[in-house]
Structures are given as C-alpha cells and as structure tokens.
C-alpha cells in the first residue's frame, strides 16, 4: 500500500511531533502539581531521561506514546508502508525502554510509566482514576508500577 500524501508533506508532518511537552505529558504534570508534588522534567543525567523526576519521592515517570513505544491498545498497529524501517525503529525505542528501567531500578529510582491511551480520549472521570493511583504509588514505597493504561 502506499502512502496518501507526497514525502516532503510526510516529511512535515513526521517532523511535527514532539518528543516533550506532549498533551498527555502536559495533563499528567498538571494533576501532579495540583496535588504538590513538585518535579523536575526530562533530566538528562538519568537513563532514558524521564519525562518526570521526583527527587523527593525518589521516582521517576515516564509518559509513553503508545505508537512509539508499541502499547498493546487500539493506538498502536505497524504502518503498512516501509515496514522493516518501523519495525526496527519500534523495537529499538522498547529495547532502549527495558535498558532504561533496568538502569534507573539498579541506581534505586521508582519507576511509573503512563501510557497514553490512559489520559487522551478518556472521559474525566477516568483520567483522574488514573493520576489518582499514579498519586498514591508515589506515596507508598512501592518500586514500581506498571499498569497506568486506559480502558482500552
């Protein structure tokens, strides 16, 4: 199959996207705040440099985009077009997650990851299930969670 619009329009559009400041990032740090947790973004001395730090809490929060990190949910399908290309770029940002978490695990960091099917799209009621539960993981000890998914 192949593509619908030209390469230089691809080209912009691909360009587009970002890799901070997304809104499902943004929705997140909002909640956060508003519930004082203070952090500190995108620190470039951890692995995989989250997009959340909170030395305080000793915790780290990771905002994935559920193409690019190839969540199990409806926003995530291989494009038909150049498919060696993606696949092997998909499988390289999973690798580099996996390698991330190990390293921030043995450094002693807590590790959550929001997926972003959790908070776009999601009725409000919840999304703040959502940041509810990424808010009592904080306070507890626990290591690590995982599950922070929308109902998809």
Do not use: Q
Not at 97 to 111: C, F, K, P, S
């Amino acid at each position: 199959m192949t593509d619908n619009v030209d390469r230089a329009t691809r080209s912009r559009m691909m360009a587009a996207i970002r890799g901070k400041d997304t809104k499902p990032e943004k929705i997140v740090r909002r909640a956060l705040y508003a519930e004082g947790f203070r952090y500190r973004l995108h620190v470039r001395g951890l692995p995989g440099r989250p997009d959340m730090v909170l030395p305080k809490w000793c915790a780290v929060i990771f905002v994935h985009g559920c193409f690019w990190h190839r969540h199990d949910c409806r926003y995530f399908r291989f494009p038909k077009t150049r498919r060696v290309f993606w696949r092997t770029k998909i499988e390289g940002n999973c690798a580099r997650d996996r390698y991330a978490a190990r390293e921030l695990l043995v450094a002693g960091w807590r590790i959550a990851t929001v997926w972003e099917c959790a908070v776009r799209d999601a009725t409000p009621s919840a999304v703040s299930g959502v940041l509810a539960r990424l808010a009592r993981w904080l306070r507890s000890p626990a290591r690590r969670i995982l599950a922070l998914k929308g109902p998809n």
